[in-house]
């Protein structure tokens, strides 16, 4: 039986790619133009229809453009709307590419505990450090985001303080509503056909989300209207 891995490679271009993981897809080094983009093409493609392999399948589209160079210029927003996913996730996941070779990833590890690690350090020991205190310890996603944070936080001279738990429920919600917000890209075919019942019946489910942005956007307009201090003192 063929593992997960091995079904997604089945319906990619075996053309330029050398190794692939769950973790990663190492490409090869003289890899043409028109090959690459249509792998990055496919990859995109098939992040938008498989499921349970979003993981695997980001950090796939993270090596392919971390391996463009100024080739992929303007090529992310197109890649995020092609696969139904975060602009800002395909840049951090080249980034954490860009910073940790597939060679260098830790099976044992998942892309998400890669993705703390790798947006947080750029210097490769201290990345591989870190990835080497997640296995050993056993440290889930969560707990080596705050161990993390901590430790960036010390080195900047701004030790923890108790603000830094409502700074971690903060990202944890941002994190949730851009989920969100990619599952509402992704079935947007259907939403955008609803009846005018449909639509009433998911405002009222919607209605704490719709505070939210309501409250959000005064918030953001308040500050967007605020006179600056030279105006005020004119």
């Given at each position: 039986?063929?593992?997960?891995?091995?079904?997604?490679?089945?319906?990619?271009?075996?053309t330029?790619?050398?190794?692939?993981?769950?973790?990663?897809?190492?490409?090869?080094?003289?890899?043409?133009?028109?090959?690459?983009?249509?792998?990055?093409s496919r990859?995109?493609?098939?992040?938008r229809?498989?499921?349970?392999?979003?993981?695997?399948?980001?950090?796939?589209?993270?090596d392919?453009?971390?391996?463009?160079?100024?080739?992929?210029?303007?090529?992310?927003?197109e890649?995020?709307?092609?696969?139904?996913?975060?602009?800002?996730?395909?840049?951090?996941a080249?980034?954490?590419?860009?910073?940790?070779p597939v060679s260098?990833?830790?099976?044992?590890?998942?892309?998400?505990?890669?993705?703390?690690?790798?947006?947080?350090?750029?210097?490769?020991?201290?990345?591989?450090?870190?990835?080497?205190?997640?296995?050993?310890?056993r440290?889930?996603?969560?707990?080596?985001?705050?161990?993390?944070?901590?430790?960036?936080?010390?080195?900047r001279?701004?030790?923890?303080?108790?603000?830094?738990?409502?700074?971690?429920?903060?990202?944890r919600?941002?994190?949730?509503?851009?989920?969100?917000g990619?599952s509402?890209v992704?079935?947007?075919?259907?939403?955008?056909?609803w009846s005018?019942?449909?639509?009433?019946?998911?405002?009222?489910?919607?209605?704490p989300?719709?505070?939210?942005?309501?409250?959000?956007?005064?918030?953001?307009?308040?500050?967007?209207?605020?006179?600056?201090?030279?105006?005020?003192?004119?």
């Open positions: 039986m063929r593992t997960e891995v091995q079904q997604l490679l089945a319906v990619l271009p075996p330029g790619i050398d190794r692939a993981t769950r973790l990663g897809l190492a490409l090869s080094p003289k890899m043409e133009t028109e090959a690459w983009r249509h792998l990055v990859v995109a493609s098939l992040a229809t498989a499921t349970g392999a979003r993981q695997t399948l980001t950090a796939w589209l993270g392919a453009l971390a391996y463009s160079g100024a080739r992929g210029r303007g090529l992310i927003t890649c995020a709307e092609a696969a139904g996913f975060d602009a800002g996730t395909l840049r951090n080249k980034m954490v590419c860009a910073r940790i260098c990833r830790h099976d044992a590890l998942s892309w998400t505990h890669h993705c703390e690690v790798g947006l947080a350090f750029a210097d490769p020991s201290e990345i591989e450090r870190w990835l080497a205190i997640a296995e050993k310890e440290l889930s996603t969560s707990a080596l985001r705050v161990r993390v944070r901590a430790h960036v936080a010390t080195l001279g701004n030790p923890r303080t108790e603000a830094d738990g409502a700074s971690i429920a903060a990202f919600l941002m994190r949730e509503l851009r989920a969100v990619r509402l992704r079935e947007r075919h259907q939403w955008q056909q005018p019942t449909a639509a009433q019946l998911a405002l009222q489910e919607l209605r989300l719709t505070d939210f942005i309501d409250a959000v956007r005064n918030r953001a307009l308040r500050r967007s209207t605020k006179p600056s201090r030279d105006l005020e003192a004119n």
